[in-house]
C-alpha cells in the first residue's frame, strides 16, 4: 500500500512537473517566434535579433537540461564514499565563482567522516546545488560555512551562508518546482535536491532568518559498516 501511495505521488508530482516544464519552455518558444516572423518579414535581417534569440535557446536547452536529471532512473551507484572528498571536490569547482562574487567557502572539517553509501555524483549535484545558492544569496560577498556533525547514528551537513534569507511567506514554496524569486532561475534545484536525498533515506531542512542568512542541514544515514566510532 505504501508503494502504491508513493507511485501516485510520483504521477501527481510528474504531472505538475510536465505543466511547469510546458509553462516554463513556451515563454522563450514564444519570444523566439516573434523573433523569427520578425526576420522573415524583413528585408534586412536585423543582427541584433540573434543574441537575444540564442539567450533564449539556451535558456530553453538549460531548463530541459535541469529538467532530465530529475527524470533519470533511481541511482544504480551506490557505494562507500568519503563525503569528505566529495565536499572538497565541489568546494574547488565552485571556487572560481565564489571568487568572482567576492564569497568566500570555508569547509571546516576537523575530523574525517565516517563512510557513507551514496551515489556519488548525486552528492555532488546536491552540495553544487546548495551552495550555488548560497552564492547568489550574497549578491555582495560573504562566507558559506560547511560543516559535519554526527546525530546518532546519522550525519549532519550544515551548509550556512550570510545572504538575505527567505521571506517566512515564501518558505513554503522554496523547493517545489519552478518556484524561483531568481530572474533567470529554474526553481528545480532545491526539488532535485530533496529528490536525491529522499533516494539516500536523508533529509533536507532550510532555516533562514531573513536579513542574517540561511541554513541548509543534510542528514544522512552513517554506512553499516561505519560501526559505533567516536566520530
Ligand atoms: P533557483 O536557484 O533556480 O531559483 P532553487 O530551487 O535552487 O531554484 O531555489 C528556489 C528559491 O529558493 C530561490 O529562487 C530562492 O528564492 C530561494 N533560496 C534557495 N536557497 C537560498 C539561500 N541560500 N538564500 C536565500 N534564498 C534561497
Ligand atoms: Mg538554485
Redesign the pocket.
Known amino acids: 500500500a505504501e508503494e502504491l501511495l508513493r507511485n501516485s505521488d510520483r504521477l501527481a508530482v510528474t504531472g505538475q512537473l510536465a505543466a511547469g516544464l510546458a509553462h516554463e519552455i513556451r515563454n522563450p518558444l514564444t519570444a523566439l517566434k516573434g523573433f523569427i516572423q520578425l526576420l522573415q518579414s524583413q528585408q534586412q535581417a536585423n543582427k541584433a535579433y540573434y543574441p537575444i534569440m540564442l539567450t533564449e535557446l539556451e535558456r530553453i536547452n538549460f531548463i530541459v537540461n535541469e529538467f532530465l536529471l530529475l527524470s533519470r532512473p533511481r541511482p544504480a551507484n551506490f557505494r562507500e564514499a568519503d563525503l569528505r572528498i566529495v565536499i572538497e571536490h565541489v568546494v574547488t569547482l565552485l571556487e572560481t565563482q565564489a571568487i568572482l562574487n567576492k564569497v568566500h567557502l570555508v569547509f571546516e572539517q576537523p575530523l574525517p567522516i565516517p563512510p557513507i553509501r551514496c551515489d556519488e555524483n548525486q552528492m555532488k549535484q546536491v552540495f553544487i546545488?546548495i551552495l550555488?545558492?548560497?552564492i547568489?544569496?550574497m549578491p555582495h560577498g560573504g562566507e558559506v560555512t560547511i560543516r559535519a556533525a554526527k546525530a546518532g547514528d546519522r550525519l549532519l551537513v550544515r551548509i550556512a551562508?550570510q545572504?538575505?534569507?527567505?521571506p517566512d511567506e515564501?518558505i513554503q514554496q522554496?523547493?517545489q518546482p519552478f518556484?524561483?524569486?531568481?530572474e533567470t532561475?529554474?526553481?528545480?534545484?532545491?526539488?532535485i535536491c530533496h529528490n536525491i536525498m529522499e533516494n539516500h533515506e536523508g533529509k533536507l531542512k532550510i532555516r533562514?532568518v531573513p536579513n542574517e542568512g540561511?541554513t541548509?542541514e543534510l542528514e544522512l544515514p552513517f554506512s553499516p559498516s561505519a560501526g559505533s566510532g567516536t566520530y
Open positions: 546545488n550555488k545558492n548560497a547568489e544569496a551562508d545572504g538575505g534569507g527567505i515564501l522554496v523547493g518556484f524561483t524569486t531568481k532561475g529554474t526553481g528545480l534545484g532545491l526539488m533562514s540561511t541548509v
